[in-house]
């Protein structure tokens, strides 16, 4: 097939909108050089172009125009724009690309973002891969798949820099402008004993305002802050928030030097947990927005589920009372207020709870301080919508004994709200289970017992 020749205005034409979505124009412009295939257009479109807006930029193709998209540019498509797509239109990607391109593409990546692309495949799909790369830099990628999933060592990248202590300043940058393999980017230089355990670290900038005579180890930072490879990501990222640090030397389980932690990567493991804690609250699982409704629908299954199995208990509690409600029907208009008051004052305390957990804010003093922060802003509160719902039953039933009922079990439910809405959370944690995913079904089902049994309850004693 002849190809047009690129036009001289392709590169102009802006990526994204006012609203920084990808362009409608500049999709329409890529989608009809896919459909051409007209690889040079394509590539005066996407070459000079940022590998996140082309990461959008493909997760707005059809599936069928993304390995066709990619295959087109060739040589040219930088392979770290996997990194930034979601995981689902990854995998489809790699599953449709022929092992080979694969493997030619994630060998000019640094080793982390290797394996991040990597890591999600089936076994055989990753050995088929890996066989198509040289012996050592695929003894790199396997070590690092081989620790575990969500681990400081998946994220490492092992293209480092390290130096003895007794280099001089002048030796060391030698060093690094005669070595073909640096890193693409880094910020400090690990100083290694005999062994090659970390001992201290350099920074650049220290690095180049030293005289060339001057020994690395008398400029050196020591100690080093080390991460274990297979420590969990979200502590090492805690380690990088708490100390503030650029990168991390990852040691292996004798304290050997294997890897750096950069903190570009941090910044991903921080945003990747935020999203799991906030989906998790909702109970949607690890879902996508590429995610097939079949997939979707299943995933939010189970929670629902759940919830329908504490709905149906809630009901239980109302059955109990099914002669008070038939006597006296301003209980059933007013008994959801109660429920629905609680059950927000502690999806307050809840998401407050969650955080802190996350953040590793709650230990010791904080645990009992916070405790007792929300259960006493749960009586303030509950005593101040007890006046005012109170007052609004009473006189909208003219029947003042109600808007004490109704007052009195909005205190206990506020109360109770703010007490379980810590507990519940602090409980999951202590046994193991992630308080982001679980603590919302059971909260629910607290509150509105609660709610429903003391605001029923009261109003058998005192009005029946």
Not at 63 to 86: C, H, M, N, S, W
Not at 257 to 276: K, S, T
Not at 343 to 371: P, W
Not at 398 to 416: D, E, S, Y
Request: hydrophobic share 50%; net charge negative.
């Amino acid at each position: 097939m002849e190809q047009a020749a690129p036009s001289e205005s392709a590169g102009a034409i802006a990526v994204r909108d006012e609203n920084g979505a990808i362009a409608a124009p500049f999709l329409a412009a890529v989608s009809g050089a896919v459909a051409r295939d007209d690889a040079g257009e394509l590539r005066a479109l996407c070459l000079e172009r940022h590998e996140a807006d082309i990461a959008d930029l493909v997760e707005q193709l059809e599936p069928d125009e993304r390995p066709k998209f990619i295959q087109l540019l060739g040589e040219d498509f930088d392979y770290a724009v996997l990194t930034e797509v979601e995981d689902t239109i990854r995998e489809q990607i790699l599953e449709a690309l022929p092992s080979a391109a694969v493997a030619e593409g994630v060998r000019d990546l640094e080793s982390d973002d290797a394996v991040y692309i990597l890591e999600d495949l089936e076994e055989d799909e990753q050995q088929e891969i890996l066989a198509q790369i040289p012996d050592f830099e695929r003894a790199l990628l396997k070590r690092s798949l081989d620790y575990p999933e969500d681990s400081a060592g998946r994220r490492m990248q092992t293209d480092l820099i390290a130096v003895p202590p007794f280099w001089n300043v002048g030796r060391t940058i030698d060093y690094m402008r005669d070595s073909d393999d640096l890193p693409d980017e880094f910020y400090e230089i690990i100083v290694v004993d005999p062994s090659f355990k970390p001992i201290g670290k350099v920074a650049l900038n220290t690095l180049l305002r030293t005289k060339r005579p001057v020994l690395i180890e008398t400029i050196m930072d020591a100690p080093v802050h080390t991460v274990r490879a297979d420590l969990d990501q979200e502590e090492a990222a805690h380690l990088f928030e708490r100390y503030n640090l650029v990168s991390a030397a990852v040691v292996d389980d004798h304290e050997r030097l294997v890897g750096v932690l950069m903190f570009d990567d941090i910044v991903d493991v921080i945003q990747e947990e935020a999203e799991e804690d906030i989906r998790g609250l909702a109970g949607v699982g690890d879902e996508e927005i590429s995610d097939t409704f079949l997939y979707t629908a299943r995933s939010r299954f189970t929670w629902l589920l759940l919830n329908l199995v504490t709905a149906v208990l809630a009901s239980l509690v109302i059955g109990m009372f099914d002669a008070t409600l038939q006597q006296m029907v301003a209980l059933a208009i007013l008994m959801p207020i109660v429920a629905s008051m609680g059950g927000n004052a502690g999806t307050q305390t809840m998401t407050v709870a969650v955080r802190a957990l996350a953040s590793r804010e709650l230990g010791g003093y904080n645990i009992r301080r916070f405790v007792t922060r929300e259960m006493l802003v749960g009586i303030v509160n509950g005593f101040l919508f007890a006046i005012i719902i109170g007052f609004v039953a009473s006189v909208w039933f003219t029947n003042i004994q109600l808007g004490a009922v109704i007052a009195t079990a909005m205190i206990v439910n506020m109360f109770c709200a703010g007490l379980f809405g810590i507990a519940i959370p602090v409980g999951l944690d202590k046994i193991g289970v992630d308080p982001a995913i679980a603590s919302t079904v059971f909260l629910t089902t607290v509150t509105d017992v609660v709610g429903f049994f003391a605001f029923l309850g009261l109003a058998t004693i005192l009005l029946m």
